[in-house]
C-alpha cells in the first residue's frame, strides 16, 4: 500500500541555523501539507500546498518557513533560521483529490525536529 | 472557527471491553470528520471519515463512529477491544485544514 515517507526521522539542529524537512508523497496525490505536534499538545496545521504554491497557511507559518516541491516526487519545509520553540514533531500529509468532495488526509511518520 | 473537544484525556479498558471515545466539534458548515490514530513512535493512520450520507461509518480494525448532528458529536466505538488498540486517537474537523482535538490516550488491561 502507498505511504508517505519523511526523511530524517529525528533532527537534531542549533538554535539559529536553517533545517529542511522532507517529505515524499502517495505519487498520485495532488494536495500537499505540513503539520506539526509539539510534545504533549495537539497536532496543529501549518500549511497547505497545491498546484505549486501555498493554498491555505496558518498563522503559525511565519516568514521562518518556507514548503517547495522541487520535483516531481518531494516536498520540503524549510525553517530558515530555528527557534528552541520550534522542536516538535513535524508531519507531512498529502490527499489524492484537490477539492470539495474527500479532503481525506494520509500522514506519514514524521520528523522529529530537536533544536538545542 | 472550527474546534474539536476530545473530553476523555485517558481511558482504561480490558481487553475484550467495548470501547467509546468522544469527540465533539464545531464547524460552520457541514463538517468532513475523520478519527486518526497514532501508534508511539508512528505517524498518524486515518481509521475512518465522515463527510455525507449515513451517519454511522465504519473503518479499519472493527472501529466505527457514529455523527450526530443535533450533539455536534462523532463518537468513536468498538465493541471489544483488543492489546492492539493500546494508541492515542485524534478526532479532527475540516477539509483542506485539519484541526485536531487534543486526543484520548488509550490503555488496554489484560
Known amino acids: 500500500e502507498p505511504e508517505v515517507t519523511q526523511t530524517p526521522s529525528h533532527q537534531v539542529t542549533q538554535m539559529g541555523q536553517e533545517v529542511i524537512l522532507r517529505c515524499v508523497p502517495i505519487s498520485n496525490h495532488l494536495y500537499f501539507y505540513w503539520y506539526r505536534q509539539i510534545l504533549g499538545q495537539k497536532v496543529e496545521f501549518l500549511v497547505s500546498?497545491?498546484?505549486?504554491?501555498?493554498?491555505?497557511k496558518s498563522e503559525i507559518f511565519d516568514d521562518q518557513f518556507s514548503v517547495e516541491r522541487p520535483d516531481g516526487s518531494n516536498f520540503t519545509l524549510k525553517i530558515r533560521s530555528t527557534k528552541l520553540e520550534d522542536s516538535a514533531m513535524y508531519f507531512c500529509?498529502?490527499?489524492?483529490?484537490?477539492?470539495?468532495?474527500?479532503?481525506?488526509?494520509?500522514f506519514g511518520p514524521g520528523t522529529r525536529l530537536t533544536v538545542t | 472557527a472550527q474546534s474539536v473537544t476530545q473530553p476523555d484525556i485517558h481511558i482504561t479498558v480490558s481487553e475484550g471491553a467495548s470501547l467509546e471515545l468522544r469527540c465533539n466539534y464545531s464547524?460552520?458548515?457541514?463538517?468532513?470528520l475523520f478519527w486518526y490514530v497514532q501508534s508511539p513512535g508512528q505517524g498518524l493512520q486515518l481509521l475512518l471519515k465522515y463527510f455525507s450520507g449515513d451517519t454511522l461509518v465504519q473503518g479499519i480494525k472493527g472501529f466505527e463512529a457514529e455523527f450526530k448532528r443535533s450533539q455536534s458529536s462523532f463518537n468513536l466505538r468498538k465493541p471489544s477491544v483488543h492489546w492492539s488498540d493500546a494508541a492515542e486517537y485524534f478526532c479532527a474537523v475540516g477539509n483542506e485544514k485539519l484541526t485536531f482535538g487534543t486526543g484520548t490516550r488509550l490503555t488496554i488491561i489484560p
Open positions: 500529509a498529502s490527499s489524492p483529490i484537490p477539492t470539495s468532495v474527500s479532503y481525506e488526509q494520509y
Open positions: 464547524y460552520g458548515a457541514t463538517p468532513y
Open positions: 500546498f497545491y498546484n505549486n504554491e501555498i493554498s491555505e
